[in-house]
């Protein structure tokens, strides 16, 4: 019943009968999942064969409408991270943030009364190698992948409902590799211990082939830690409200002594590398690339012409955090000092937490300047602001706005700016206060120019041939893969006015639009030209910034619904919620 039911619906059960039915639910599911990793009672298994789902998926639902992964408040989060001070965290973002590595390192002495460091440490028993590798690899289920735009999770369980509770899947959930021989770049292979794709519904024979793999160089990069403890949930979320970002992600990475796990690499989101256990050798060069790596996007091959001895060193012990930037190339290794056993001790072992800041399309600043033409857009619609569209241009303002839409993409292709994070939704410390900061005064200020700068460029920049070529070859390959990336305009709040609704577009649908401006463009090339061009400047001497901030965070809060629903669900399933 439970699963038949929207999840906005289990709401108003009971607390109480919550919490007596999901330890039954556990008892139940424990068994089964038991009886599914067996390699007896093989009538008992094909009769079973889809109950461990449905009450996986009952557990999820129940656990959404539970209490907010917690024990750590944000601002212990914001200081164990970045440092006591309010002006530190600004600090950082003003020196640091997508541009260059920065190392905070954390004094020794001062560990013992960081609360979220020692809540993390203790998520782990660090007393052998064996323990620690038992302590984040049992009682692992696989976390299915949720669309990055999908904002209602009913859908989600619908599409995983014959899936969801399965068995940890590799590289999925989990790699399992080790680096060794050198290419011509510099770089070494990745060797990987498991064959792609492969499930582990054998739980205990996992960990063990993990423990041998570890003894043999490999290193354990466990994905959606996240999803997997309440406290790394919480440290996730305290940094996603201070970057205004839906969510961050967070992998536990457990390497042996003289070893490297991931071969030389770069990554499309921002990195803080949280050193728990014993010490890692960080290599990282700077980012030779003018325009930083978007989100889901092929990467590119490594510069052959990386200098080995060109990147900044530096070598985190227990405590440290480093931050790397997104496109800055790294690789790591452990290392063992002369005179030091290697032999059954954890203390030449690194564990460290990596914390993924990662920056969703609609909330880069190519982001926020699709969402102010949709807010201006609405606005003209209601006919209620200066600069409103005049009566002949009117039936044509929706297609010219798609057409806007296409060239601000494609000049995000080019133009730095429009590819860094938007973060006028942070919540900084100092933003709160009645009396703000220098430092928060700066990046309200920063926001407001970046916004001004980006418009300035739409208006100056002539995109008009490049946007209607790009769309000409759209329509030509007759598929809407190519506008994926415009699926998520959709989730943006739209104003009731009359009749107006059939001049909107459908945003998962737009080749039958896209078709249709092509032939405006055809039927009459320069007045089409000209009235664009007018549209494009009243937008850019129009575009309120306040009420596309207000969109901005409308829409934030939306996904960040979704990303918290999963999260609570995902925790349900490794049983986090319970005392």
């Known amino acids: 019943m439970v699963n038949s039911c929207e999840v906005d619906k289990l709401c108003n059960l009971q607390p109480e009968l919550v919490s007596k039915v999901m ?34 998926g009952t557990i999820f639902r129940l656990s959404i409408d539970g209490a907010c992964p917690g024990g750590l408040e944000p601002d212990e989060v914001r200081k164990s991270l970045f440092g006591q001070k309010e002006s530190d965290l600004e600090n950082f ?197 003018p325009i930083l790596p978007r989100l ?87 006919g209620c602001s200066s600069g409103s569209i005049n009566s002949k241009l009117e039936e044509q303002a929706p297609l010219f706005a798609l057409l806007l839409h296409v060239a601000i993409r494609l000049l995000s292709d080019k133009d730095p700016t429009l590819r860094k994070a938007c973060m006028v939704a942070a919540k900084l410390p100092s933003f709160s206060n009645s009396c703000p900061t220098s430092h928060s005064k700066s990046l309200r200020n920063r926001h407001m120019s970046t916004f001004i700068e980006i418009l300035n460029k739409i208006n100056n920049t002539c995109i008009l041939k490049e946007a209607l070529s790009w769309i000409e070859l759209a329509v030509k390959g007759k598929t809407d893969e190519p506008v994926q990336w415009m699926s998520w305009l959709r989730h943006l709040p739209r104003q009731q006015h009359g009749d107006t609704a059939a001049r909107r577009i459908d945003f998962c649908d737009v080749l039958g639009p896209f078709e249709e401006l092509l032939n405006v463009f055809s039927s009459d090339p320069e007045q089409a030209s000209a009235d664009f061009t007018n549209f494009k400047s009243r937008f850019c001497r129009c575009a309120a910034y306040d009420d596309a901030c207000k969109s901005f965070n409308m829409l934030l809060h939306m996904y960040r619904t979704t990303r918290t629903q999963y999260t609570k669900g995902m925790l349900g399933l490794h049983g986090r919620h319970r005392s």
């Open 296 to 382: 889901y996007e092929p990467f590119h091959p490594l510069d052959d012409l990386l200098d080995d001895s060109g990147g900044r060193v530096e070598v985190l012990h227990e405590g440290d955090i480093m931050y790397v930037p997104r496109g800055c190339v790294h690789e790591a290794h452990t290392d063992v000092e002369d005179g030091e056993s290697e032999v059954n001790t954890s203390v030449n072992y690194s564990l460290h937490l990596t914390l993924a800041i990662e920056v969703e399309p609609p909330f880069e600043w190519e982001g926020f300047a699709h969402i102010a033409l949709h807010c201006w857009l609405e606005e003209q619609t209601l």
């Open 93 to 289: 973002v003003l020196m640091y943030w997508e541009s260059s590595p920065y190392l905070y390192r954390r004094k020794q002495s001062g560990l013992q009364g960081d609360l979220v460091f020692t809540a993390l440490r203790n998520a782990f028993d660090l007393t052998t190698p064996d323990a620690i590798i038992e302590s984040f690899i049992q009682g692992l289920v696989s976390c299915p992948a949720i669309a990055s735009d999908e904002l209602n999770i009913n859908s989600f369980l619908h599409e995983v409902r014959d899936s969801l509770g399965a068995p940890v899947k590799y590289r999925q959930d989990v790699r399992v590799v080790r680096t060794r021989a050198q290419t011509s770049t510099g770089s070494g292979m990745e060797e990987h211990f498991f064959d792609d794709g492969i499930a582990f519904p054998d739980a205990a024979a996992f960990v063990d082939k993990c423990k041998d793999a570890v003894k043999n160089g490999f290193s354990i990069a466990l994905r959606g830690m996240e999803f997997r403890s309440e406290k790394v949930a919480a440290i996730a979320s305290a940094l996603a409200d201070l970057f205004g970002q839906p969510s961050v992600g967070a992998n536990i990475y457990f390497s042996p002594p003289r070893s490297q796990g991931l071969a030389r690499h770069y990554d499309d989101h921002c990195v803080l590398v949280w050193q728990l256990l014993g010490r890692k050798k960080w290599n990282i060069w700077p980012n030779t690339r």
């Open 23 to 56: 330890h039954l639910l556990y008892e139940v599911w424990s068994k089964v999942r038991l009886l599914g990793s067996s390699a007896d009672c093989s009538n008992w298994k094909d009769q079973l064969q889809s109950r461990p789902y449905e009450i996986a």
